[in-house]
């Protein structure tokens, strides 16, 4: 009867890659067009000596992360392929993942990515589409607000999903409700912490049940500047004719609110009532005025 035989298990001395559960297909399923989907395997080193890796795709809508890697004995790394169809027409798609490493027994592996590419609806849409604010003086907050269309069925109201980027903590929101179903986005700028610069951030926007439609890119961007200095010079001629003109309008005219606009802190007004028993003061006090400044 031979002696049983006893011993370590060697492993190979040289690199050598596994793929772990012997992946040799990754199916993504269904992807809209437009949308992101991702999956991940993971490749071990099972030799001695460092191995080095090397990731790429057939297909430019496929990427991978890492693109390349160096795993010492026993060490495990996962490797994530993510999918991103644009302007690619819909139906089966096929692309490869090539894995090239030292290792000396298979030098180059391959595993096939599989794809259904499906066209994506577009269920809403937004006014405006995009939001350039320009100017705002710091210490000053600044509201805009963003209508949101039901383009499947405009008699419903639409309910949405926003991402807003973690960086910027300087933008907040509050979804709102409004008249004839109408549907709003009021985004709300806190400049009280920024410094003066450029700012610019881009706000995601989805249509919860519609599972078939993909997010919408809202751009945001402004300038911050400085709060403006007080003006202590002496006025001309133009600028005292424009401060005289600013005051009627205030006397003339009072302030109203108004909810369906698409800006919040634009302003409508009205005639004031008192306006009708100060005007003929007002008049004679600009002729007056008027002969002073134009008399030096």
């Not at 009867?1 to 001395?13: A, N």
């Not at 772990?20 to 993971?42: C, E, H, M, P, W």
């Not at 693109?67 to 490869?96: F, M, Y």
């Not at 919040?264 to 009205?270: H, L, P, V």
Request: net charge negative.
């Amino acid at each position: 009867m031979p002696e049983d035989i006893k011993g370590e298990l060697v492993l190979p001395q040289k690199p050598q890659m596994q793929i772990l559960n012997r992946q040799d297909v990754l199916d993504l399923g269904s992807i809209f067009s437009g949308s992101t989907k991702s999956l991940k395997f993971a490749i071990k080193n099972c030799g001695e000596e460092i191995l080095k890796a090397s990731f790429s795709t057939t297909e430019n809508w496929v990427s991978v992360v890492p693109s390349i890697t160096e795993l010492n004995k026993g060490e495990i790394c996962e490797i994530e392929v993510k999918a991103k169809p644009e302007d690619i027409r819909p139906g089966r798609q096929k692309g490869t993942l090539i894995i090239k490493s030292n290792d000396l027994l298979e030098e180059t592996k391959t595993i096939y990515i599989l794809a259904q590419i499906q066209e994506a609806t577009k269920s809403i849409e937004l006014y405006p589409d995009y939001i350039e604010l320009g100017i705002i003086w710091q210490q000053k907050a600044k509201t805009v607000k963003v209508e949101v269309k039901n383009t499947l069925n405009p008699s419903e109201i639409v309910s949405v999903d926003v991402e807003v980027n973690p960086d910027a903590s300087w933008l907040s929101y509050e979804l709102i409700t409004g008249h004839k179903n109408q549907s709003y986005i009021n985004f709300k700028i806190n400049s009280h912490k920024l410094s003066p610069g450029d700012y610019s951030t881009i706000v995601r926007v989805r249509e919860m049940f519609s599972p078939d439609s993909f997010p919408l890119d809202l751009p945001i961007s402004f300038t911050i500047s400085e709060e403006r200095p007080r003006i202590t010079t002496k006025l001309n001629k133009s600028e005292t004719r424009e401060n005289v003109g600013n005051f009627i309008k205030k006397l003339v005219y009072q302030e109203q609110e108004q909810d369906d606009i698409i800006y919040t802190d634009q302003k409508t007004y009205s005639t004031n009532q008192i306006a009708y028993i100060v005007i003929p003061i007002v008049i004679l006090i600009i002729v007056i005025i008027g002969i002073i400044v134009f008399s030096k």
